[in-house]
């Protein structure tokens, strides 16, 4: 059996194109919804997601402000644009481009976020939420894993699903909607003894490790949604996933391919939290 192919590129541009309709749908009622990207120097896969960002944003109607800070930008000059940008009314969602550079703590920028407007949703008051099953900004990435998989036609309510990786920003809220969704979730991590034991019991396995094909079909459930989060350089620098998608789409029922699978969603979730916050902040329905 052949993996169905679950094509993120073409899902993403079906969801900016339903955030462009309701951004247009805003802007009849004299809304405009502004995202404000930070760079903070010059790393070159940084600013390669950050262009991706701000095209996705011309192309749903959302308007973007792009700052670009240099690389020995300090933590304080950081905290005051963002200060800048919470005060700032026309601003519905800021989004810090990571990894900063290392004067820079992560944490220290996500926690001066207001979390109405952290459209990535890292801000521990919308990650709190998340975990106690309220309305919040949900990171961009499991998210869209989400999506991806709910277009796939798979309802995860009585499932087995599998998350390998449990960082903050991927695997503890992918484990977390997908609980939220009614599976039965198990987190593997680098210290879990013996990995394939874990995933094999998957009816859906997320792989969010950053492990160039960590994840071979002896790993793998005869017919299992597999969702490839990974974007590593294989040997020969090309792109690839964490997941060894030659072996793996022989044995699962769907899986994502890399590039094209989990990226583009990432994006149009991204837009989709900008316009929720856009919402949310005016008191409009959602
Ligand atoms: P992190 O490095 O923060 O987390 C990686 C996780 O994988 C950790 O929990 C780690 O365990 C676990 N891990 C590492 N090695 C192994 C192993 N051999 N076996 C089992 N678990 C292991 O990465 P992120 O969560 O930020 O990202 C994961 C991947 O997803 C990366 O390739 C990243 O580039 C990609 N990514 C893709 C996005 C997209 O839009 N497509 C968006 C965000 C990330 P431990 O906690 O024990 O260290």
């Given at each position: 059996m052949t993996a169905q192919i679950l094509d993120g590129k073409a899902l993403a541009a079906r969801v900016r194109a339903e955030v462009a309709r309701d951004v247009l749908a805003l802007n009849q009622k004299g809304v405009e919804v502004t995202l404000a990207v930070v760079l903070v120097g010059d790393d070159p896969a940084s600013q390669v997601y950050v262009r991706n960002k701000v095209k996705a944003c011309a192309e749903t109607h959302i308007r973007s402000l792009e700052f670009r800070m240099p690389a020995e930008t300090t933590q304080q000059e950081l905290l005051a644009k963002i200060a800048e940008l919470n005060a700032?009314?026309?601003?519905?969602g800021i989004l810090v481009q990571l990894p900063?550079?290392?004067?820079?703590s992560s944490a220290a920028v996500i926690a001066a976020i207001d979390p109405a407007k952290d459209v990535d949703g890292f801000h521990t008051r919308n990650a709190g939420a998340l975990m106690t099953g309220s309305q919040t900004l949900v990171p961009c990435t499991p998210m869209g894993v989400m999506r991806l998989i709910e277009d796939a036609g798979v309802?995860?309510?009585?499932k087995t699903a599998v998350v390998v990786g449990r960082s903050n920003i991927v695997g503890k809220p992918m484990a977390m909607l997908l609980l939220h969704a009614h599976a039965t979730v198990t987190v593997a991590h680098?210290?879990?003894?013996?990995l394939a034991s874990v995933t094999k019991n998957a009816d859906i396995l997320v792989a969010a490790v950053g492990?160039?094909?960590?994840?071979?079909?002896?790993?793998v459930k005869e017919g299992a949604v597999v969702i490839d989060v990974g974007m590593n350089r294989d040997e020969n620098g090309r792109l690839c996933g964490d997941v060894d998608f030659d072996s793996v789409k022989e044995k699962a029922g769907s899986i994502t391919p890399?590039?094209?699978?989990?990226g583009p969603m990432t994006i149009a979730m991204l837009m989709c939290n900008t316009v929720l916050a856009a919402k949310h902040r005016r008191g409009l329905s959602l």
């Open positions: 700032d009314d026309a601003v519905d900063l550079p290392s004067q820079i309802n995860p309510a009585g680098s210290k879990t003894p013996d492990r160039a094909r960590l994840i071979t079909a002896d790993m890399v590039p094209g699978g989990v």
